[in-house]
Antibody, heavy 121, light 106 residues
């Protein structure tokens, strides 16, 4: 059974960096049949896909154009987890953030529990 | 980028009703379409993948159909636990995109 456990602060100051981690159990971040995603949800934006990382002989990333200049998603093979960093945040980045597994570039079949991140001074 | 449009945004239904939700993609996406159910305070849950394949453990009253740009999620007989918000999502290309959601309420 795959489980994703999110961790990270729930409050970030404007202009600072949002950092979240997603620990994986029951699968490997280096699996050749999965991609590891970050998605956020807010009343104004709905469900918004932010990006993913995946391993196919080497590491790849894809990012949403809306955040591409500010986002980094990176794997940590030693801890079997992946992380999200979003720079220069504003109150508009306030949302519930989810990590999720994408099986075979096909569907998001396992999700983390969600983390409400509020951007406020 | 591909945009996903769901209709209706909300609907009122009763237990036992047949419920249909539609999703339209801004371009053809073959059958690269998934459906999720979300309840308040919870993460979305995968119901249907590849337009019509039922995810393991999901009741058979849920079904999906469609290909190209037009898709449908059907709940054959609505149960009390089915009151929730439903989202479609395309897996044809990046950036991935979700519909705006359809809230099924009593």
């Amino acid at each position: 059974q795959v489980q994703l456990q999110q961790s990270g602060p729930g409050l970030v100051k404007p202009s600072q960096t949002l950092s979240l981690s997603c620990a994986i159990s029951g699968d490997s971040v280096s699996s050749s049949s999965t991609a590891w995603n970050w998605i956020r949800q807010s009343p104004s934006r709905g469900l918004e896909w932010l990006g993913r990382t995946y391993y196919r002989s080497k590491w790849y990333n894809d990012y949403a154009p809306s955040v591409k200049s500010r986002i980094t998603i990176s794997p940590d093979t030693s801890k079997n987890q992946f992380s999200l960093q979003l720079n220069s945040v504003t109150p508009d980045d306030t949302a519930v953030y989810y990590c999720a597994r994408d099986l075979n570039f096909s569907r998001l079949d396992y999700w983390g529990q969600g983390t409400l991140v509020t951007v406020s001074s | 980028d591909i945009q996903m449009t769901q209709s209706p945004s909300s609907l009122s239904a009763s237990v036992g009703d047949r419920v249909t939700i539609t999703c339209r993609a801004s371009q053809r996406i073959n059958t690269y379409l998934n459906w999720y159910q979300q309840k308040p305070g919870k993460a979305p849950k995968l119901l249907i993948f590849s337009a019509s394949s039922l995810q393991s453990g999901v009741p058979s009253r849920f079904s999906g159909s469609g290909s190209g740009a037009d898709f449908t999620l059907t709940i054959s007989s609505l149960q009390p636990e089915d009151f929730a918000t439903y989202y479609c999502q395309q897996s044809y290309d990046v950036p991935r995109a979700f519909g705006q959601g359809t809230k099924v309420e009593t």
